[in-house]
């Protein structure tokens, strides 16, 4: 997401939160559950990676020559979830006042050879690609994923595959589902973790609702409807409730913090984090991720999901091991991230220095991310901390402790991919398109019959050719 050109406060919910991490990890440990078993699956199948993890850098694999990968994002947020490979035309937005006031703005679907072309001309060797759960997985089969998103996702790696793009495979969710206007987990996951709240007006709960800016009641928009349930259960159940309920059309164009930690929100990332039913759906879809990639050289990387709004670091910790787990068992080379709350890279060096980027992860997932060979830590930069050289230096603690990579997935300004470039740290910017056409910009289509996509959640105009 693009949080800064939102005008949200997410950079400074971020910076709270994670404090909060921070107070909750050094008052005691956290009592943990074991990571889900590895499940047994035959990995002689897949193919090697064209990039993996050496100790704290990335390597093309066909020399073991160190690489720094750049480019953009390739993130649909909606319907189908994924741009189809077709056409003889690079994307091109045009978004801007004159045709927002009209709903005539233009965004792009596609992604084909022509933007492969660009991708060249313009020095860049990689994609952070958007396979959001709740299109790979939209209708609740917790076995198998959605055939045409499938479809889709090995035609853009088959693209990508014949001409040496390297690939992040990215669960981009904003701000965690649908059913609290969010985007990412699936709707019928999110009825699982919160049946009770599904359709009802949105709250906040203790701690958060110390914080002002992540009080729902307090949200520009949030008195569209208020408390009225007849305007909240509109839709409700309906995956693409984000987009078509009226509540949430008022607060969700930009990325809210106050979004992702209301009640059923924070109930949907404990189901997903702690141990359990949500837990291991969370780890079937990527295992079910990892199978329909394994022939796909060009797919390295594992993100395991976009800005998580959990505090629970020792059990969010405990879901990224099992998933590394699953996916590893299939693609024994895929990379697979590590993060933390929002992605964010906010807490100072001096601090990680003094009480280690292990605060609240248990001992044996401690060992295992310092034992690992294909994890990496992935971040963001939004305006916080002010300088994103002091991001990297945060960044640099984490790599130098744990002896892993890190890629900064996501980020809008020139300084930033400057600051990640002087420290050889690979950097994909948000974003290609806004691939999307739903919303007052483009006319109030109808969702999702006549729309691709969904402009919701700091979705912005894409800039296809970013120079910095």
């Known amino acids: 997401?693009?949080?800064?050109?939102?005008?949200?406060?997410?950079?400074?919910s971020t910076l709270t939160v994670t404090l909060l991490v921070l107070a909750l990890a050094l008052c005691g440990p956290s009592v943990l559950a074991a990571p889900n078993p590895t499940l047994a699956v035959a990995a002689s199948a897949a193919v090697p990676r064209n990039v993996r993890v050496e100790g704290t850098?990335?390597?093309?694999?066909?020399?073991?020559?160190?690489?720094?990968?750049?480019?953009?994002?390739?993130?649909?947020?909606?319907p189908p979830y994924i741009p189809a490979v077709e056409g003889d035309a690079?994307?091109?937005?045009?978004?801007?006042?004159?045709?927002?006031?009209?709903?005539?703005?233009?965004?792009?679907?596609?992604?084909?050879?022509?933007?492969?072309?660009?991708?060249?001309?313009m020095g860049w060797n990689t994609l952070r690609l958007g396979v959001v759960w709740a299109g790979a997985q939209p209708h609740g089969d917790?076995?198998?994923?959605?055939?045409?998103?499938?479809?889709?996702?090995?035609?853009?790696?088959?693209?990508?595959?014949?001409?040496?793009?390297?690939?992040?495979?990215?669960?981009?969710?904003?701000?965690?589902?649908?059913?609290?206007?969010?985007?990412?987990?699936?709707?019928?996951?999110?009825?699982?973790?919160?049946?009770?709240?599904?359709?009802?007006?949105?709250?906040?709960?203790?701690?958060?609702?110390?914080?002002?800016?992540?009080?729902?009641?307090?949200?520009?928009?949030?008195?569209?409807?208020?408390?009225?349930?007849?305007?909240?259960?509109?839709?409700?159940?309906?995956?693409?409730?984000?987009?078509?309920?009226?509540?949430?059309?008022?607060?969700?164009?930009?990325?809210?913090?106050?979004l992702g930690f209301t009640t059923i929100s924070q109930k949907t990332m404990d189901f997903v984090v702690e141990a359990g039913a949500g837990r291991a759906l969370f780890v079937r879809f990527w295992q079910l991720l990892a199978e329909a990639v394994r022939a796909h050289p060009s797919a390295f990387a594992a993100e395991l999901m976009n800005e998580?709004?959990?505090?629970?670091?020792?059990?969010?910790?405990?879901?990224?091991r099992a998933c590394a787990e699953a996916i590893n068992a299939v693609v024994p080379d895929m990379a697979v991230s590590l993060c933390d709350v929002g992605e964010s890279a906010i807490v100072p060096?001096?601090?990680?220095r003094l009480v280690g980027p292990?605060?609240?992860?248990?001992?044996?997932?401690?060992?295992?991310?310092?034992?690992?060979?294909?994890?990496?830590?992935?971040?963001?930069?939004?305006?916080?901390?002010?300088?994103?050289?002091?991001?990297?230096?945060?960044?640099?603690?984490?790599?130098?402790?744990w002896q892993v990579p890190s890629f900064a997935t996501e980020f809008a300004s020139c300084e930033a991919w400057q600051a990640a470039a002087a420290a050889n740290i690979s950097h994909t910017y948000w974003h290609y398109s806004s691939y999307c056409n739903t919303g007052p910009a483009f006319g109030n289509r109808a969702v999702p019959k006549d729309t691709f996509g969904a402009c919701i959640l700091g979705w912005d105009d894409g800039d296809e050719a970013k120079v910095c």
Request: aromatic share 8%; charged share 20%; hydrophobic share 40%.
């Open 1 to 12: 997401m693009r949080c800064g050109s939102t005008g949200t406060a997410m950079g400074t």
């Open 57 to 78: 850098r990335f390597v093309l694999a066909a020399t073991g020559e160190p690489v720094v990968m750049a480019g953009p994002n390739v993130v649909m947020k909606g």
């Open 90 to 121: 690079p994307c091109a937005d045009v978004v801007d006042a004159k045709c927002t006031a009209t709903g005539t703005c233009k965004s792009c679907s596609t992604f084909n050879a022509a933007d492969v072309a660009h991708f060249k001309r």
């Open 142 to 258: 917790a076995d198998a994923l959605d055939p045409e998103f499938l479809r889709r996702l090995d035609a853009i790696l088959s693209l990508c595959d014949a001409h040496g793009l390297h690939v992040i495979l990215d669960n981009h969710g904003d701000m965690v589902g649908s059913a609290g206007c969010g985007n990412g987990v699936p709707m019928w996951v999110q009825q699982r973790a919160a049946p009770e709240l599904i359709g009802r007006p949105l709250a906040t709960g203790f701690p958060y609702d110390l914080v002002p800016s992540l009080r729902i009641t307090e949200l520009e928009g949030y008195a569209r409807c208020g408390a009225n349930a007849t305007r909240w259960a509109a839709h409700a159940g309906d995956p693409d409730y984000n987009l078509l309920n009226e509540c949430c059309q008022a607060m969700n164009s930009p990325n809210p913090g106050a």
């Open 308 to 320: 998580p709004m959990t505090i629970k670091r020792g059990a969010w910790y405990d879901t990224v």
């Open 349 to 352: 060096a001096w601090v990680e």
């Open 358 to 401: 292990g605060a609240d992860i248990s001992a044996d997932t401690l060992a295992f991310i310092r034992t690992s060979k294909t994890l990496f830590y992935a971040w963001h930069w939004y305006g916080s901390p002010a300088k994103p050289a002091d991001a990297v230096k945060s960044v640099q603690v984490i790599m130098g402790d």
